[in-house]
């Protein structure tokens, strides 16, 4: 339990301390300061605490929001301020040297903590919007303030501020005006964020199998549960955010849930199809490759980008596509036709679950593959464009970040300690002519060609070589995105060429696997955990080992012994890195790792 230490002269009638009780704090009063440090001293250091100033006026969500949100080690409101433990000795330290001078003790401590510059703690101050919190000083001035609270509803605020701020047109009109009140019900019956998460993962799997059957009515009700698991997917954050419920697993499960839904829902298609005797298994693989292209330049863009060695951040961001894109953001319409061009999740679902329920999966994966490929190029093209314009220069940090999306295991670094010369540090230049000879030899040869391998080769060398200096030009972000590209394309080629069944089964398997094992480095990247170890990079052989032992296999296997080469390979690499990412993630989350919520673009 968390500790509250109300310090002050008590007001008589103050709802306070039970408003504080109601957010689960154990309440003790102060008499003076030194009666507030002896009361934090006796408080377990592994317990968060809590110094609120007794003539407090304000709303209840007020006071949440300041002292429960477990994104921050400190955090602090008018008149109430809180440290986890990570920040308790700031808090300890703050209190020495404000108790003497305080008109309000918790306000003087939040202001020494952010003083205490070598300590290094930020002290988080919430939006209250129009929520109260405040500290009066004459009956006058509390009545104003206790007016002011009944003047405005905080549980109204509070589920609308549960809705994230930015999102798609689909999400935010027809999910989230009732999806939030979802949100409030699950809430009070004591449901966390990472239920609704696997019950969301549940129904989507559900209407995977609906999918699977082949049948008009199996098709019209995987629709309409896929758009239920979208509903229930929009609740588990929107359910962290009306309750703080965030955590760095909370995270990872519902980013790594997202996906595997949508994925496990284009092999649901694929079987179906099989029942009527259609083969889309390639259609529906390259709409797991081009979505997780997408999302990987997603990702590598936002990480280059997300720092500068510049000392104004206006800078860093500065040029005339940013500027024209911020021109058409004050246009109402155009936001939402810009938002709806890049079939975020909520566009896509529906479209998917729609032409599930009226069409053919054949049908419905086509039009999927156009409209993310119209979407491709339209955020690739913006992105490029803001790239060589941008002005600061990249950091340390991101050019690291963009290393580690590359992935490139022992064979690449061999040849990227080899130092070329600068005629050879086109890293983008390298990425993209060793992938595109490679999937442009798989495609022009016939299965078995020993050209793929001297392709794939190549590859490997090239894959090197383009990260043999840092990653800190403007179009480096471009590097992960082109080997994403080309071991998933040569493995969907391949696939394909080898013409017998279950082969692009498994090899959906395979990129699967894979497409896993780097949406997880994504997303410690993004939860500031750090990348996947080296160890587990070099035991699953690297982007480059992996595409060069495809290769291999497909030139010296017959086409029935290479199907079950690509099974085994994927079973491998889903054993390695799945036990690997599940024991982290869990062990993060017992160590109390950083609560991390993501309020960014819609994927």
Same mark, same amino acid.
């Given at each position: 339990?968390?500790?509250?230490?109300?310090?002050?002269?008590?007001?008589?009638?103050?709802?306070?301390?039970?408003?504080?009780?109601?957010?689960?704090?154990?309440?003790?009063?102060?008499?003076?300061?030194?009666?507030?440090?002896?009361?934090?001293?006796?408080?377990?250091?592994?317990?968060?605490?809590?110094?609120?100033?007794?003539?407090?006026?304000?709303?209840?969500?007020?006071?949440?929001?300041?002292?429960?949100?477990?994104?921050?080690?400190?955090?602090?409101?008018?008149?109430?301020?809180?440290?986890?433990?990570?920040?308790?000795?700031?808090?300890?330290?703050?209190?020495?040297?404000?108790?003497?001078?305080?008109?309000?003790?918790?306000?003087?401590?939040?202001?020494?903590?952010?003083?205490?510059?070598?300590?290094?703690?930020?002290?988080?101050?919430?939006?209250?919007?129009?929520?109260?919190?405040?500290?009066?000083?004459?009956?006058?001035?509390?009545?104003?303030?206790?007016?002011?609270?009944?003047?405005?509803?905080?549980?109204?605020?509070?589920?609308?501020?549960?809705?994230?701020?930015?999102?798609?047109?689909?999400?935010?009109?027809?999910?989230?005006?009732?999806?939030?009140?979802?949100?409030?019900?699950?809430?009070?019956?004591?449901?966390?964020?990472?239920?609704?998460?696997?019950?969301?993962?549940?129904?989507?799997?559900?209407?995977?199998?609906?999918?699977?059957?082949?049948?008009?009515?199996?098709?019209?009700?995987?629709?309409?549960?896929?758009?239920?698991?979208?509903?229930?997917?929009?609740?588990?954050?929107?359910?962290?955010?009306?309750?703080?419920?965030?955590?760095?697993?909370?995270?990872?499960?519902?980013?790594?849930?997202?996906?595997?839904?949508?994925?496990?829902?284009?092999?649901?298609?694929?079987?179906?199809?099989?029942?009527?005797?259609?083969?889309?298994?390639?259609?529906?693989?390259?709409?797991?490759?081009?979505?997780?292209?997408?999302?990987?330049?997603?990702?590598?863009?936002?990480?280059?980008?997300?720092?500068?060695?510049?000392?104004?951040?206006?800078?860093?961001?500065?040029?005339?596509?940013?500027?024209?894109?911020?021109?058409?953001?004050?246009?109402?319409?155009?936001?939402?036709?810009?938002?709806?061009?890049?079939?975020?999740?909520?566009?896509?679902?529906?479209?998917?679950?729609?032409?599930?329920?009226?069409?053919?999966?054949?049908?419905?994966?086509?039009?999927?593959?156009?409209?993310?490929?119209?979407?491709?190029?339209?955020?690739?093209?913006?992105?490029?464009?803001?790239?060589?314009?941008?002005?600061?220069?990249?950091?340390?940090?991101?050019?690291?970040?963009?290393?580690?999306?590359?992935?490139?295991?022992?064979?690449?670094?061999?040849? #990227? *300690? +080899?130092? %070329?010369?600068?005629?050879?540090?086109? !890293?983008?230049?390298?990425?993209? @002519?060793?992938? $595109?000879?490679? &999937?442009?030899?798989?495609?022009?040869?016939?299965?078995?060609?020993?050209?793929?391998?001297?392709?794939?080769?190549?590859?490997?060398?090239?894959?090197?070589?383009?990260?043999?200096?840092?990653?800190?030009?403007?179009?480096?972000?471009?590097?992960?995105?082109?080997?994403?590209?080309?071991?998933?394309?040569?493995?969907?080629?391949?696939?394909?060429?080898?013409?017998?069944?279950?082969?692009?089964?498994?090899?959906?398997?395979?990129?699967?696997?894979?497409?896993?094992?780097?949406?997880?480095?994504?997303?410690?990247?993004?939860?500031?955990?750090?990348?996947?170890?080296?160890?587990?990079?070099?035991?699953?052989?690297?982007?480059?080992?992996?595409?060069?032992?495809?290769?291999?296999? #497909? *030139? +010296?296997? %017959?086409?029935?012994?290479?199907?079950? !080469?690509?099974?085994?390979?994927? @079973?491998?690499? $889903?054993?390695? &890195?799945?036990?690997?990412?599940?024991?982290?993630?869990?062990?993060?989350?017992?160590?109390?790792?950083?609560?991390?919520?993501?309020?960014?673009?819609?994927?």
């Amino acid at each position: 339990m968390s500790t509250a230490i109300l310090t002050g002269q008590p007001v008589p009638g103050s709802p306070l301390e039970g408003d504080l009780r109601s957010l689960g704090f154990d309440v003790r009063v102060a008499s003076d300061a030194a009666d507030v440090a002896t009361l934090l001293a006796a408080v377990p250091g592994d317990q968060r605490v809590a110094v609120v100033d007794a003539r407090f006026v304000g709303h209840v969500h007020a006071l949440r929001l300041a002292l429960t949100d477990p994104r921050f080690a400190a955090s602090a409101v008018p008149g109430a301020v809180t440290a986890k433990p990570a920040a308790r000795t700031a808090l300890t330290h703050a209190l020495r040297t404000s108790a003497e001078t305080a008109a309000s003790l918790p306000d003087s401590i939040a202001a020494a903590m952010e003083s205490e510059t070598s300590e290094g703690t930020d002290v988080h101050r919430p939006e209250l919007g129009t929520l109260v919190a405040t500290v009066p000083t004459d009956p006058q001035t509390r009545n104003e303030a206790r007016q002011a609270v009944a003047a405005v509803d905080d549980e109204a605020v509070r589920l609308r501020t549960a809705v994230k701020s930015r999102d798609g047109f689909f999400t935010t009109y027809c999910v989230s005006p009732y999806s939030r009140y979802i949100a409030r019900w699950c809430a009070r019956r004591g449901l966390t964020p990472n239920q609704v998460t696997t019950a969301s993962l549940l129904t989507a799997l559900i209407a995977a199998g609906c999918a699977a059957t082949g049948t008009r009515g199996g098709f019209v009700a995987a629709g309409l549960l896929l758009i239920f698991s979208f509903v229930l997917d929009c609740t588990d954050g929107q359910l962290a955010r009306y309750s703080l419920q965030y955590s760095t697993l909370g995270a990872w499960l519902d980013a790594t849930f997202d996906r595997a839904k949508e994925y496990a829902y284009y092999a649901g298609l694929a079987l179906g199809a099989a029942r009527g005797g259609d083969d889309v298994w390639a259609l529906a693989l390259g709409a797991m490759v081009l979505q997780t292209c997408r999302h990987v330049v997603d990702f590598a863009f936002n990480e280059a980008n997300s720092d500068s060695t510049d000392s104004t951040a206006t800078t860093a961001n500065t040029s005339p596509t940013a500027a024209l894109s911020d021109k058409l953001d004050s246009v109402g319409w155009t936001v939402w036709v810009r938002r709806m061009i890049v079939l975020p999740i909520g566009e896509r679902w529906a479209l998917i679950a729609v032409l599930t329920a009226v069409t053919t999966p054949r049908v419905t994966l086509v039009v999927l593959l156009i409209g993310c490929a119209l979407a491709a190029c339209y955020t690739t093209a913006g992105r490029v464009l803001r790239s060589v314009t941008r002005k600061a220069a990249r950091t340390d940090r991101a050019a690291g970040a963009l290393a580690d999306l590359a992935d490139n295991g022992p064979l690449a670094s061999a040849f #990227a *300690a +080899l130092k %070329p010369g600068a005629w050879l540090r086109a !890293a983008p230049v390298l990425a993209f @002519v060793g992938g $595109a000879a490679l &999937v442009g030899a798989a495609l022009s040869n016939p299965y078995g060609s020993p050209v793929v391998v001297a392709a794939a080769a190549l590859y490997v060398a090239l894959s090197g070589l383009a990260l043999a200096m840092p990653l800190k030009a403007p179009l480096d972000w471009l590097v992960p995105p082109f080997f994403r590209a080309a071991e998933y394309g040569t493995v969907l080629v391949l696939a394909a060429k080898a013409d017998v069944n279950g082969a692009l089964p498994a090899a959906f398997g395979l990129v699967a696997a894979v497409a896993y094992h780097h949406y997880d480095t994504v997303y410690r990247i993004k939860g500031g955990t750090g990348a996947p170890p080296a160890w587990l990079v070099r035991a699953i052989g690297g982007q480059e080992g992996r595409t060069l032992v495809v290769a291999l296999a #497909a *030139a +010296l296997l %017959p086409a029935t012994d290479f199907t079950v !080469a690509l099974t085994a390979l994927a @079973v491998a690499v $889903a054993l390695v &890195v799945l036990v690997e990412s599940i024991h982290f993630w869990v062990t993060a989350h017992k160590r109390g790792a950083p609560a991390v919520h993501d309020e960014g673009e819609p994927a």
